[in-house]
């Protein structure tokens, strides 16, 4: 998982990154309610997803299921990243890394920025990933999520990622990102 600082409107620059400290599963999406996977794709935080008293220290719920999890009929909800070292279908960080996480966050939403993006992928997308798990029943899925990662480390800006015919499309600015 990575945070981006953004210097200004048009420069960014990488903030940090965070290894998270444990999930549940195995590579692939999360498909339904208590199937005990992670979700993988494109999701946002806004203010009232924070969660300031959660049992695992600090909490924000990412979004799932959005709107791609609903097009593919895919259950779950409450896939949290927060404190800990241990988690089922969700994201734990440790405790000191979602004080900084949650911190963050926490004073961009209250400066009145509308949400933060938090982008899941199963690994780092790279050509030689994909290589890797070509023969994996979620490779189709996963070239369409390469599509983001990649625009993403292309610009060092994140896309907004919308749905439509039941796939990610990206766009920056209203504009399509392809």
């Known amino acids: 998982m990575s945070l981006n600082c953004g210097l200004n409107s048009i420069e960014r620059v990488l903030f940090k990154t965070y290894p998270i400290a444990y999930f549940s599963g195995e590579l692939g999406p999360k498909l339904r309610e208590d199937d005990e996977q992670a979700p993988e794709g494109f999701y946002y935080v806004s203010s009232s997803r924070m969660n300031p008293n959660s049992k695992f220290h600090l909490s924000f719920n990412i979004g799932y299921p959005n709107l791609y ?55 780092r997308m790279t050509d030689a990933n994909m290589t890797r798990h070509a023969q994996s029943p979620h490779i ?27 796939q990610y499309i990206f766009e920056v600015d209203g504009q399509e990102a392809r």
């Not at 089922?88 to 509308?114: S, V, W």
């Not at 990649?150 to 060092?156: I, L, M």
């Open 69 to 123: 999890d609903h097009a593919h009929q895919r259950t779950g909800s409450a896939i949290m990243v927060h404190g800990n070292t241990l988690s089922i279908g969700c994201f734990a960080m440790t405790d000191p890394m979602i004080e900084e996480i949650y911190t963050i966050a926490d004073h961009a939403l209250n400066a009145k920025q509308r949400f933060f993006r938090v982008h899941v992928f199963p690994f």
């Open 140 to 166: 189709i899925f996963w070239k369409n999520l390469q599509e983001g990662y990649r625009f993403f480390e292309r610009t060092h800006r994140p896309p907004n990622a919308i749905v439509e015919h039941n």
